[in-house]
């Protein structure tokens, strides 16, 4: 079990203020890593901090704006000063807007491909350069099971999805050198802040798990032991792959009809 130990690891997980990057970083709390976690709004991190803090891990909190290239630059600066090193960056921060392709303005396609994308890549970049000094690294990229389907009412959100697939290969091939592995954790369907409305539709809900092999959709520990698997020493030889956590709905399976 060694290899799954993370203790006297130092991760820094993106988007902390709810949903999937709380679960992502207390996973990697409780297999030994202290934890940087971020939001746009620091204080909004206080009592996920005190949690974490309550497992017995050092946390620091502090403000990140993906989309501001200054604001990513400062953020990873304080993590580094105040823990000495980033050995694992969970690059979690996204957001979406849901509208049929045909109504999705300029300023959409911006919001979601900026931070998607445009955020990943230039806070894996601003991690990297640390990562190189020490000759050791561990991103995980956080996707979706859009990065390899698509889905009506999501062209921005799969665009930057399938981009932060081909991104997540392309820093493989250019950091492996440096002892730097970067893979992406992509979810299927899990019920988030931004998608809870749909799962407030029995119907819709219904439809869905008659997709997915596994017939539900995900729970947010579902994520914590290939987060855990990704951060740590038992994927030392994994890099550039994207690990579809999704129930099996990338398979396209569908419930089949006999005639």
């Known amino acids: 079990m060694q290899f799954f130990d993370l203790t006297g690891r130092v991760a820094l997980v993106t988007g902390t203020s709810r949903g999937l990057g709380q679960y992502l970083a207390r996973a990697l709390a409780l297999a030994g890593a202290d934890i940087a976690m971020t939001s746009r709004n620091a204080d909004s991190l206080a009592p996920f901090q005190r949690e974490i803090e309550a497992l017995g891990r050092r946390t620091f909190a502090t403000a990140l704006d993906v989309r501001d290239h200054g604001s990513i630059q400062e953020a990873v600066a304080q993590v580094e000063a105040a823990f000495g090193k980033i050995d694992i960056l969970v690059n979690n921060a996204g957001c979406n807007v849901r509208k049929p392709a045909i109504e999705v303005t300029w300023e959409d396609w911006n919001l979601v491909v900026d ?14 350069s640390s990562m190189i000094r020490n000759g050791y690294g561990r991103i995980i990229n956080i996707g979706s099971v859009t990065c390899v389907a698509g889905y009506a009412g999501l062209a921005p959100y799969g665009a930057s999805r399938g981009g932060v697939k081909q991104l997540t290969m392309s820093l493989a091939d250019d950091w492996g050198k440096h002892g730097i592995t970067v893979n992406c954790l992509a979810p299927g369907w899990f019920r988030t802040d931004q998608n809870k409305v749909l799962y407030e539709n029995a119907e819709w809900l219904a439809y869905l798990c008659d997709r997915i092999p596994l017939k539900r959709p995900g729970a947010p520990n579902d994520l914590d032991a290939p987060v855990i698997f990704l951060a740590s020493e038992a994927s030392r030889y994994v890099t550039g792959q994207t690990l579809l956590v999704d129930g099996g709905i990338s398979t396209g399976a569908t419930k089949a009809t006999l005639s």
């Open 115 to 128: 931070t998607n994308l445009r955020g990943t890549f230039f806070t894996a970049q601003a991690v990297a």
